[in-house]
């Protein structure tokens, strides 16, 4: 599927057997297509099997929490870490019976990861920090490909990823007569609300709908664009589409809450949580500000290389190793 810990998953499974593990995924989504996989899959799985592959495994490793596999695998509970990928909380913050047993189940795990600084500061249980990695063989610069646009957003079209956000601001642009070209890459509920704000704010000739990319076709679209524009309105708790901007020369602009600033680094702009006029500002400034922008992406290399999918699949492999004895 699309999305991030369907991506992160893939990356780390693919990059345990480069380094000779046999790794078995269990998902819950149902197949869509061939599983053409380096791996083995296991969909929907009942109870029993997913205590079978538990007790077959060296290590369990549940790459987000999940309450119902990890009940079956309590036989194995002293080989069971579980890496945070976001916050055990509602998006609201009000009280929840589920994120609360969520909360005490991540004490039964032998370790604990998270994912960044902020997410271990919401896990009642001690936690290493292991950032997410990206696909660094597939996102890179592309030598062939023009960057001739200047704004993009990836990302699924919901209103958390605060897509109205950034038309708002396009819209305060265009008013002083800065028109960047849009292009929104990525699929959802939200999509015709937004090509209807974006006729109503007189911006629609700035903005084009790319549909859902992926892979090969997502990296070299990244690679016709200046600025990757991440505009959550929620607290994101990482952001490797911050990563995949970067890898193929993006600058990135980022909401400030959470964990996407720690994904950026130093290779980008943040800017407050919903806060259209600032992100004006911030869009404005590094259109106009190409040094700036150059000094920004100077550091690329150095931040990338901490993310790359093997250099966290070899984190991951010394936990485990660390674990077994």
């Known amino acids: 599927m699309l999305g991030g810990i369907e991506a992160i998953s893939r990356v780390l499974a693919d990059e345990f057997v480069k380094a000779g593990h046999e790794v078995h995924l269990i998902t819950q989504t149902p197949r869509k297509g061939s599983d053409s996989f380096s791996f083995a899959v296991t969909r929907q799985p009942s109870n029993a099997e997913v205590l079978r592959l538990a ?6 490793f549940q790459n987000n929490i999940s309450i119902r ?3 079956a695998a309590l036989p194995v509970q002293r080989r069971v870490i579980i890496a945070h990928q976001t916050w055990i909380r509602r998006t609201d913050s009000r009280p929840s019976l589920l994120h609360w047993l969520k909360s005490q189940t991540s004490r039964l795990a032998a370790r604990n990861v998270a994912i960044s600084n902020a997410v271990a500061q919401t896990i009642p249980s001690r936690c290493e920090l292991i950032p997410n ?9 592309v030598e062939d490909v023009e960057r001739d646009r200047e704004l993009i957003f990836v990302g699924r079209i919901v209103s958390d990823k605060g897509c109205d956000i950034l038309l708002n601001a396009l819209a305060r642009l265009a008013r002083r007569g800065c028109t960047p070209r849009l292009t929104i890459v990525g699929q959802g509920p939200e999509e015709t609300a ?18 859902p990319l992926q892979g090969d ?23 490797i589409v911050a990563l995949e901007g970067i890898e193929c020369g993006c600058c990135v602009i980022g909401s400030a809450e959470g964990g996407l600033p720690e994904a950026i680094g130093p290779c980008g702009f943040t800017f407050p949580n919903g806060n259209n006029v600032a992100l004006a500002e911030t869009i404005e400034f590094v259109l106009n500000n190409p040094d ?11 931040h990338l290389k901490k993310h790359q999918g093997d250099t966290i699949a070899r984190r991951y492999l010394k936990l485990f190793s660390e674990l077994l004895g």
């Open 133 to 141: 990695p990206y696909d660094h063989r597939t996102f890179r610069r």
């Open 69 to 71: 596999t990890l009940a």
């Open 55 to 60: 007790r077959w495994s060296d290590v369990f």
């Open 194 to 211: 937004l090509r209807q704000q974006a006729a109503s704010l007189g911006i629609q000739k700035q903005v084009t709908f790319a549909g």
């Open 292 to 302: 700036a922008v150059a000094q920004k992406l100077a550091a690329a290399p150095a």
């Open 217 to 239: 076709a997502l990296a070299r679209m990244l690679n016709r664009h200046r600025v990757l524009v991440v505009p959550s309105r929620w607290a994101e708790p990482f952001g």
